[in-house]
């Protein structure tokens, strides 16, 4: 049973306007939660975190919102740009326990 | 170098043939995972090493032999795998077993043939 779930496998948006990645948790005991970014013929790099203490955390034109009534995190990217494309995954750990990723979802910046 | 460095970049075996992957990082971190990615699948956690001890085993198969002879190297040896086997093969590291920010390495595509 999949504890972090990516619904969305792929995302387009053009370039300038705002992406958003939706990530949905099942384990209420998950309190870190990060983004990784990963391009085609790399590993995954580390992107944004939030602890669950908070209800946001900005960097840069990142953004990662989490509602933990809704067990639903988000990733905003604005303004989108074309080095944006990539892969995304969320993921989330319990009291600094392993890492739990879900699928991933690419997005596609369009010009 | 600084980073997490894999090698092979590629590989492709048969499936009666013993092959390794090699993982090295230089980010003085004491925990280091491999991972493998399926397409379609989520990245699953196959081992975890804490200061060269493994700490944990995510049922895998014999048939994958991890090594850590030292806190900045990490091996994966494989031997008689399956087709089913092939998939992306991350290296990752961090601080320690419990901090929840891994690095990761390029990968190793492999290839079971």
């Known amino acids: 049973d999949q504890q972090v779930k990516q619904n969305s496998p792929s995302l387009s948006v053009q370039e300038g306007r705002i992406s958003i990645l939706n990530c949905d948790y099942t384990?209420?005991?998950?309190?870190?939660f990060l983004w990784y970014k990963k391009y085609p013929a790399e590993g995954p790099t580390f992107l944004i975190s939030?602890?669950?203490?908070?209800d946001k955390n900005e960097d840069g034109r990142f953004t990662v919102f989490l509602n933990k009534s809704a067990k639903h995190l988000s990733l905003h990217i604005v303004p989108s740009q074309p080095g944006d494309s990539a892969v995304y995954f969320c993921a989330a750990s319990a009291r600094r326990d392993k890492i739990i990723f879900g699928k991933g979802t690419r997005l596609h910046i369009l010009p | 170098e600084t980073g997490v460095t894999q090698t092979p970049r590629h590989l492709v075996m048969g499936m009666t043939n013993k092959k390794s992957l090699k993982c090295e990082q230089h980010l003085g971190h004491n925990a280091m995972y491999w991972y493998k990615q399926s397409a379609k699948k989520p990245l699953e956690l196959m081992f975890v090493?804490?200061?060269?001890?493994?700490?944990e085993n995510n049922s895998v198969p014999s048939r994958f032999s991890p090594e850590c002879p030292n806190s900045s190297h990490l091996f994966l040896h494989l031997h008689t795998l399956q087709p089913e086997d092939s998939a992306l093969y991350l290296c990752?590291?961090?601080?320690?077993?419990?901090?929840?920010?891994?690095?990761f390495g390029q990968g190793t595509r492999l290839t079971v043939v």
């Open positions: 990752a590291s961090s601080q320690d077993a419990g901090y929840t920010e891994a690095f």
């Open positions: 939030i602890s669950s203490i908070k």
């Open positions: 090493y804490s200061l060269e001890e493994r700490v």
């Open positions: 384990n209420s005991m998950f309190d870190y």
